[in-house]
C-alpha cells in the first residue's frame, strides 16, 4: 500500500515577481500587523488602484482596523464581472462561519477573472430550461452565481479549488450581507489536472481503444472544459428532486455520509447532459467526458489509496469514494475494463450504463422523505456498488486494487508553497 506522495509547487512566483506592489503587500499581509497593512495599503492606493478600486481599498484598511469585515465582504459580493478582485481579511476554508469576533490571522487573497468564462456560464445559465426539459429532472442555479477566477495570491493547500463568499470570509455580520458568490479557481483544477491526472493519461486510459484527446488539447481547451463541467456540477448541486441546499431534508447535515454520493450524482448527470448543449462542438463535448472520467478514476482514487487506520483502506472522502463508485459502476456492466492497468472505457456503453443509473438513483431520491431515509439510501449505494454493509469497512475490489498498485509511484497530492 502506498503512502501519500506529494508535489510542492510555487504557482504564485511568476505573478509576485512580475507585480511588485501586490509582493509587497503580501510580504506585509504575512507579518500580520494590522497598523502596517491599513498603513501600507493607505498609502499605495494609486499602484493597488489596477487590483482594487478606492471604495474596497478603503473598507479593507477599516475592516482590518476594526475586526469587522460586514462591509467589506458585502462590496466583494458586489464586484461581480471585475477583472480583479483584491481582499484582506481572515479566511477559512473549512468553516462556514460569520461573526466569531476573534483575532484571526490575516490573509491577501487576490483573485483574476478567466476573461472568456462568462460566456459559457451564460450559455448554460440560459440553457437550464432545456436542460430540465430533457433529463427530466427539476433543474436550477437556485441563487448562485458561478464565475472562474485565477487565484493569483491567496492561501492554498493544495485542495480548495473555490472560494465560496461570503461563507469562507470570517468576522462579518451574515444578517447584512447581499448576494453570494461561486468564485471558481480554475487555474488551482488546471494544476491539479496537469500535476495528478494528465502524467497517467499516455499510458493508463484508453477511449474506445484509442489514446486520450487530453494529450494533445492544449491548456486552453483544457481550461474551457473545466469550465463547462464545473458549471454543470455547480448548477446540479441546487438541481434534482433534492438540491444540496434545500433545509427541509439535508444532505449538507448528513456530511461526509452523503458527500459521495452527492458528488458522483452531479458528476455523472454532468456527463449525460453535457451531449446536451447545442452551443459545444462536438469536440469539446468528448474532451469535457474524458475529462470528468479522468480527473475521477485517475486522480480522485488515488487520493484515498494510502494507510488511513481509523477508516480502513479506503479513505472517508467525498472525492476518494466518488472515483470508486465510477469504476465499480463501470466495470459491473463492462463499460469499463481494466486490461493489463490499462483502463479502457467503451464511450457508448458508459452513456447507456450511466443513464440507467441515473434513472434508478432519482427515483430514489423522489421518495426520500426524511435524512434518516437519506442516509438508508446512501448505505444501500454503498452495499449495492461496493459489496460494504459498513461503509467504514469499504475495500477497494482486487482488479482496482492491482491497478492502483500499478500506478502507485504517481504523485498523489500537490501543495503550494
Ligand atoms: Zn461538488
Same mark, same amino acid.
Given at each position: 500500500?502506498?503512502?501519500?506522495?506529494?508535489?510542492?509547487?510555487?504557482?504564485?512566483?511568476?505573478?509576485?515577481?512580475?507585480?511588485?506592489?501586490?509582493?509587497?503587500?503580501?510580504?506585509?499581509?504575512?507579518?500580520?500587523?494590522?497598523?502596517?497593512?491599513?498603513?501600507?495599503?493607505?498609502?499605495?492606493?494609486?499602484?493597488?488602484?489596477?487590483?482594487?478600486?478606492?471604495?474596497?481599498?478603503?473598507?479593507?484598511?477599516?475592516?482590518?482596523?476594526?475586526?469587522?469585515?460586514?462591509?467589506?465582504?458585502?462590496?466583494?459580493?458586489?464586484?461581480?464581472?471585475?477583472?480583479?478582485?483584491?481582499?484582506?481579511?481572515?479566511?477559512?476554508?473549512?468553516?462556514?462561519?460569520?461573526?466569531?469576533?476573534?483575532?484571526?490571522?490575516?490573509?491577501?487573497?487576490?483573485?483574476?477573472?478567466?476573461?472568456?468564462?462568462?460566456?459559457?456560464?451564460?450559455?448554460?445559465?440560459?440553457?437550464?430550461?432545456?436542460?430540465?426539459?430533457?433529463?427530466?429532472?427539476?433543474?436550477?442555479?437556485?441563487?448562485?452565481?458561478?464565475?472562474?477566477?485565477?487565484?493569483?495570491?491567496?492561501?492554498?493547500?493544495?485542495?480548495?479549488?473555490?472560494?465560496?463568499?461570503?461563507?469562507?470570509?470570517?468576522?462579518?455580520?451574515?444578517?447584512?450581507?447581499?448576494?453570494?458568490?461561486?468564485?471558481?479557481?480554475?487555474?488551482?483544477?488546471?494544476?491539479?489536472?496537469?500535476?495528478?491526472?494528465?502524467?497517467?493519461?499516455?499510458?493508463?486510459?484508453?477511449?474506445?481503444?484509442?489514446?486520450?484527446?487530453?494529450?494533445?488539447?492544449?491548456?486552453?481547451? $483544457?481550461? /474551457?472544459? +473545466?469550465?463547462?463541467?464545473?458549471?454543470?456540477? @455547480?448548477? #446540479?448541486? *441546487? &438541481?434534482?428532486?433534492?438540491? =444540496?441546499?434545500?433545509?427541509?431534508?439535508?444532505?449538507?447535515?448528513?456530511?461526509?455520509?452523503?458527500?459521495?454520493?452527492?458528488?458522483?450524482?452531479?458528476?455523472?448527470?454532468?456527463?449525460?447532459?453535457?451531449?446536451?448543449?447545442?452551443?459545444?462542438?462536438?469536440?469539446?463535448?468528448?474532451?469535457?467526458?474524458?475529462?470528468?472520467?479522468?480527473?475521477?478514476?485517475?486522480?480522485?482514487?488515488?487520493?484515498?489509496?494510502?494507510?488511513?487506520?481509523?477508516?480502513?483502506?479506503?479513505?472517508?472522502?467525498?472525492?476518494?469514494?466518488?472515483?470508486?463508485?465510477?469504476?465499480?459502476?463501470?466495470?459491473?456492466?463492462?463499460?469499463?475494463?481494466?486490461?493489463?492497468?490499462?483502463?479502457?472505457?467503451?464511450?457508448?456503453?458508459?452513456?447507456? $450504463?450511466? /443513464?440507467? +443509473?441515473?434513472?434508478?438513483?432519482?427515483?430514489? @431520491?423522489? #421518495?426520500? *422523505? &426524511?435524512?434518516?431515509?437519506? =442516509?438508508?439510501?446512501?448505505?444501500?449505494?454503498?452495499?449495492?456498488?461496493?459489496?460494504?454493509?459498513?461503509?467504514?469497512?469499504?475495500?477497494?475490489?482486487?482488479?482496482?486494487?492491482?491497478?492502483?498498485?500499478?500506478?502507485?509511484?504517481?504523485?498523489?497530492?500537490?501543495?503550494?508553497?
Amino acid at each position: 500500500m502506498s503512502e501519500k506522495i506529494i508535489r510542492s509547487l510555487s504557482l504564485f512566483e511568476n505573478f509576485l515577481e512580475e507585480n511588485d506592489i501586490i509582493r509587497q503587500l503580501h510580504e506585509v499581509v504575512k507579518k500580520n500587523h494590522k497598523q502596517e497593512i491599513s498603513e501600507f495599503i493607505d498609502n499605495n492606493k494609486l499602484a493597488l488602484n489596477r487590483y482594487a478600486d478606492e471604495e474596497s481599498l478603503r473598507l479593507i484598511t477599516k475592516a482590518v482596523e476594526d475586526n469587522e469585515y460586514t462591509a467589506v465582504v458585502n462590496k466583494f459580493n458586489k464586484c461581480v464581472d471585475s477583472d480583479y478582485l483584491l481582499y484582506v481579511g481572515p479566511i477559512n476554508y473549512f468553516s462556514v462561519s460569520d461573526k466569531t469576533g476573534e483575532e484571526h490571522e490575516l490573509k491577501l487573497l487576490l483573485l483574476e477573472r478567466e476573461r472568456d468564462a462568462k460566456t459559457i456560464v451564460d450559455e448554460i445559465e440560459n440553457y437550464v430550461g432545456k436542460i430540465q426539459e430533457k433529463l427530466g429532472i427539476p433543474c436550477s442555479f437556485g441563487n448562485r452565481y458561478v464565475e472562474f477566477y485565477n487565484l493569483n495570491v491567496g492561501p492554498n493547500s493544495g485542495n480548495e479549488i473555490a472560494i465560496f463568499s461570503p461563507f469562507y470570509f470570517e468576522n462579518y455580520d451574515a444578517k447584512c450581507i447581499e448576494g453570494k458568490r461561486s468564485l471558481m479557481y480554475i487555474n488551482i483544477m488546471y494544476e491539479r489536472f496537469k500535476h495528478l491526472t494528465l502524467p497517467l493519461i499516455q499510458e493508463n486510459v484508453r477511449f474506445n481503444t484509442k489514446k486520450s484527446l487530453l494529450l494533445t488539447a492544449g491548456q486552453e481547451q $483544457i481550461k /474551457k472544459a +473545466f469550465i463547462i463541467w464545473i458549471t454543470l456540477h @455547480e448548477m #446540479f448541486h *441546487s &438541481s434534482g428532486p433534492l438540491p =444540496l441546499f434545500t433545509k427541509n431534508i439535508s444532505k449538507l447535515n448528513l456530511g461526509l455520509d452523503y458527500a459521495g454520493i452527492e458528488e458522483l450524482r452531479v458528476d455523472t448527470t454532468a456527463w449525460i447532459a453535457v451531449d446536451l448543449l447545442p452551443f459545444i462542438s462536438l469536440s469539446d463535448k468528448r474532451l469535457v467526458k474524458e475529462l470528468i472520467i479522468c480527473e475521477r478514476l485517475l486522480r480522485s482514487t488515488r487520493r484515498g489509496y494510502w494507510k488511513d487506520k481509523k477508516y480502513g483502506i479506503i479513505k472517508n472522502s467525498s472525492d476518494n469514494q466518488q472515483g470508486v463508485f465510477w469504476f465499480a459502476i463501470l466495470q459491473e456492466k463492462e463499460g469499463l475494463n481494466i486490461i493489463n492497468n490499462q483502463i479502457h472505457i467503451d464511450l457508448l456503453k458508459a452513456d447507456d $450504463i450511466l /443513464k440507467d +443509473f441515473l434513472n434508478d438513483y432519482y427515483k430514489s @431520491e423522489t #421518495f426520500v *422523505s &426524511s435524512e434518516k431515509e437519506l =442516509l438508508e439510501l446512501s448505505n444501500q449505494m454503498f452495499n449495492r456498488y461496493l459489496g460494504a454493509t459498513d461503509r467504514m469497512e469499504v475495500q477497494f475490489s482486487p482488479s482496482l486494487r492491482n491497478f492502483l498498485e500499478s500506478v502507485s509511484n504517481y504523485t498523489t497530492h500537490i501543495k503550494f508553497i
